[in-house]
């Protein structure tokens, strides 16, 4: 956890002050301290840390929990702590009010004393904040340990291994079958937590979403019209739909009238080439935040088990899912909207959906959205 230096957000203010920090540790901090109502029945003796590291989709599976807390202890602090390269994002939970980053390739150089020496500046960190309750939504062997750590009195987690468990003072066993989201929630239940409602409410920073607009109108794209996102790329190659449906799919739509974007990172842009040569803009390599920005301005998003579709999905978009076949079929879909989900026959790869059944998805979500096509 090498962290250079301490930024404060304010949420009334796009300005950002840079404080440095004594003992070089890096803390990177949005307080933004919402205004809430107070509940005598919700108080908590004092803030709240979640815990989730990675990945972009995992992140974004505690946020309807977030809520939760947010709900039950209006009034309290809640810190979000992750990893460096999602801080970024946790800009969009309006329910956190501070993100603790840390950079977790100090673990990764196998050098012991320098692992005691940052595991000793985080636990003082973390100490120094007080927290009356430790949520650890990653149940990995070091995020239990950061828990423990915390000195929180209550420390919830999600158990993988029986030996975590004792890190907390409640361990709920996860339950792989269904939705990460829903897991999260069912924790914080059993933990005591009252749900009277479940929301995935993301929203983009507005100079993230000022600045999509910008390569909107660099790639000659028109915000006021119809807009299909297409994410074709995911973190494992047996996880994508093959680029030429994709491309089959994009042109269908651009006969009819409807505009074409293909996002990806940076790493997808030669891979992209096809999609370039054939005429169709590309926002690859765009941040995160700017991505997502792209995807709030557009009226339909498809694409795979990818974070930037569930991002969507948390920005009230209308997503098309498509996912291979799984024996958990219950644990891999769009929160909340089982129904957008495409897959193949039982037993067979995602490279049998066709392009035809796609389509005919996208229609009626264009329908849904009230733009013909």
């Not at 005598?40 to 989730?52: D, E, F, H, K, N």
């Not at 985080?122 to 927290?131: M, P, S």
């Not at 026959?345 to 329908?367: D, H, N, Q, Y």
Request: glycine fraction near 8%; hydrophobic fraction near 40%; include cysteine.
């Amino acid at each position: 956890m090498t962290v250079r230096k301490l930024f404060v957000f304010s949420a009334s203010s796009s300005s950002r002050k840079v404080i440095r920090c004594k003992d070089n540790l890096v803390d990177t901090t949005f307080d933004r301290s919402p205004i809430v109502k107070t509940s005598s029945q919700t108080q908590a003796p004092g803030p709240i840390l979640v815990t989730r590291f990675k990945s972009i989709g995992d992140i974004l599976f505690t946020l309807p929990a977030v809520h939760v807390l947010r709900e039950n202890f209006p009034d309290r602090r809640i810190s979000f702590l992750t990893s460096k390269e999602f801080g970024p994002m946790l800009g969009g939970f309006r329910d956190v009010d501070e993100v603790l980053t840390i950079d977790r390739s100090v673990f990764r150089r196998a050098n012991p004393f320098v692992i005691a020496r940052e595991m000793f500046s985080l636990t003082r960190l973390l100490r120094r904040r007080k927290f009356s309750l430790a949520v650890d939504f990653q149940g990995y062997g070091e995020t239990a340990l950061i828990t423990r750590l915390t000195g929180a009195p209550r420390r919830w987690g999600t158990v993988y291994h029986s030996l975590r468990g004792l890190a907390y003072t409640r361990g709920i066993k996860r339950d792989p079958g269904i939705h990460p989201a829903e897991g999260n929630l069912l924790m914080l239940q059993e933990c005591g937590l009252a749900i009277k409602s479940v929301r995935n409410v993301y929203v983009v920073p507005d100079a993230a979403l000022a600045e999509a607009r910008a390569l909107f109108t660099q790639l000659a794209l028109d915000a006021e019209r119809p807009i299909l996102f297409v994410q074709p790329f995911t973190s494992s190659p047996q996880k994508n739909w093959p680029l030429e449906n994709y491309l089959a799919l994009a042109t269908h739509w651009r006969d009819a009238g409807i505009q074409v974007l293909f996002g990806g990172g940076p790493r997808d842009r030669p891979l992209l080439e096809p999609v370039s040569c054939a005429g169709f803009p590309i926002s690859a390599g765009a941040s995160l935040l700017v991505s997502a920005g792209l995807v709030k301005l557009s009226s339909v998003i498809v694409g795979g088990d990818t974070g930037l579709i569930h991002l969507a999905v948390a920005m009230e978009k209308r997503a098309v899912f498509l996912a291979g076949f799984s024996r958990r079929p219950k644990k891999f879909y769009p929160f909340r909207h089982e129904d957008w989900k495409i897959s193949p026959p039982a037993g067979l790869e995602i490279s049998a959906i066709p392009v035809t059944t796609v389509v005919e998805e996208c229609r009626r979500a264009f329908a849904e959205v009230e733009v013909c096509g």
